[in-house]
């Protein structure tokens, strides 16, 4: 088994390493299929009818996304069963290692420890960036005094041995009343993401915080507590926003508060919380599997009406090109063994 690497074009945010490809070539397997309804590009042939099943686990954020591509692919292929759950970043990765999906949906980078075993045991991937989200921090519409945070005073409340409990505590001239804290769980590639932006360590989480992997039990809890403060993906904002408000970061004492929107999260100025949302696909999937290969070709084909769906910030041009390299790859590498 040999491996192949395809270095992505950099990423429309400044300072975010370039992405790693990993394609593996061996082994049998047909030529892919392409999905129905758009042709493939350039071809005008029809699609032939296909069936199967593809299972996707993994981000509670990309799962907009993801969920997206399982409504509009089940118009062009009726017979192929998509299943998507979004359990989280962390529970992508295990059940993939498991040999129990066939797409993550992740909001981080794979681990240096998920990339061995996944070549150990001969599940290696390919990663596909499908979006970009800012992860937004929010208090309840009727909070009318939290309107900006700087970084340091949001580390000063979720790190691990926080003194910080109240609203005074962060700011003399707020409440003397206790904040409650929402935050998603610790299989949440949000939490990881957040705790490294922000704190500086790998999932370090203070107690007292209520926690869960579904980011609508999060938005209720937040709009339903006077004194709530929480975070996750952008879209579950935008999707609130009569419920909820956003709370403008400050990156240091001296930045600007901004706030998240298209534009600042494309950009990179929402830091440190703007991020690239991934799918990784089994390269065995793309080998054998016909169905699996139409409904990644649909969803990079689909990208930026998806992302517009799920209210995610669609790939630059040139993420577009590195996925489409990255996929002819993956699907060349299979027709060519």
Request: hydrophobic share 35%.
């Amino acid at each position: 088994m040999t491996m192949r690497s395809l270095v992505g074009r950099s990423p429309a945010l400044l300072g975010w390493p370039v992405f790693l490809v990993l394609v593996t070539g061996c082994g049998g397997g047909g030529g892919p299929a392409p999905s129905e309804g758009p042709s493939p590009a350039g071809t005008g042939t029809p699609s032939p009818k296909l069936n199967g099943e593809v299972v996707i686990e993994g981000s509670s954020t990309v799962y907009r996304i993801s969920q997206a591509a399982q409504v509009g692919f089940k118009k062009v292929q009726p017979d192929v069963r998509v299943k998507v759950s979004g359990k989280g970043t962390g529970t992508g990765f295990g059940r993939y290692l498991r040999g129990e999906t066939d797409l993550i949906d992740a909001s981080r980078p794979a681990k240096p420890e998920e990339e061995k075993e996944a070549k150990e045991k001969g599940l290696e991937w390919t990663r596909f960036l499908v979006g970009y989200d800012g992860i937004t921090v929010v208090v309840p519409k009727s909070n009318e005094f939290v309107k900006t945070l700087r970084v340091d005073q949001l580390k000063a409340l979720f790190e691990p041995d926080s003194h910080v409990s109240t609203w005074k505590d962060i700011d003399a001239s707020w409440p003397d009343r206790k904040i409650k804290l929402f935050t998603p769980d610790n299989d949440s590639g949000t939490f990881e993401f957040f705790a490294e932006a922000i704190i500086g360590k790998k999932a370090q989480r203070k107690d007292g915080v209520q926690t869960s992997a579904d980011d609508n039990t999060l938005v209720t809890g937040v709009a339903g507590d006077a004194d709530a403060l929480g975070y996750f993906g952008y879209a579950y904002y935008v999707k609130n926003k009569a419920r909820l408000r956003d709370v403008a970061i400050q990156a240091g004492p001296d930045a600007p508060a901004v706030e998240p929107n298209p534009t600042t999260i494309l950009d990179g100025s929402y830091k440190p919380l703007a991020r690239p949302l991934y799918v990784y696909v089994k390269n065995e999937a793309l080998k054998s599997r016909p169905e699996v290969v139409a409904f990644v070709r649909y969803y990079l084909e689909s990208i930026d009406e998806l992302t517009g769906r799920a209210d995610y910030v669609p790939p630059t041009a040139d993420d577009k090109r590195s996925n489409d390299d990255a996929f002819q790859a993956a699907i060349g590498a299979a027709s060519k063994s």
